[in-house]
């Protein structure tokens, strides 16, 4: 069992920057690969990050030079900063662990955090 708590989200203008943490607890943190995902009201789910246990990191094009996925094993804890943020970003954001090397699909990840909202204005 891994239990995952999202913290640092928050209300940012537009063009801002947050930075997301994820403290892992339970199993050996260093095996599993992380994921970062967001819904937005009337959304469905979607990626946003990963990074592997190797620490390749991956990103979703809505993302990607914006967004900086890091993990800090000895802590245990993934990290998420968000930069020039955008009002599409507004979402509830989701870290998730799993044992797959990496992956995109919510299905591939059997560890989630509750979630942390993250609002930006215009």
């Known amino acids: 069992q891994v239990q995952l708590v999202e913290s640092g989200g928050g209300l940012v203008q537009a063009g801002g920057s947050l930075r997301l943490s994820c403290a892992a607890s339970?199993?050996?943190?260093?095996?599993?690969?992380m994921g970062w995902f967001r819904q937005a009201p009337g959304k469905e789910r979607e990626f946003v990050a990963a990074?592997?246990?190797?620490?390749?990191?991956y990103y979703a094009d809505a993302v990607k030079g914006r967004f900086i996925t890091s993990r800090d094993n000895a802590k245990s804890t993934v990290y998420l900063q968000m930069n020039s943020l955008k009002p599409e970003d507004t979402a509830v954001y989701y870290c998730?662990?799993?044992?797959?090397?990496?992956?995109?699909?919510?299905?591939?990840?059997?560890?989630w955090g509750q979630g942390t909202q993250v609002t930006v204005s215009s």
């Open positions: 339970g199993r050996t943190f260093s095996r599993y690969s």
């Open positions: 998730a662990a799993s044992e797959m090397r990496w992956s995109t699909r919510e299905y591939d990840y059997g560890y």
């Open positions: 990074i592997t246990w190797l620490n390749e990191v």
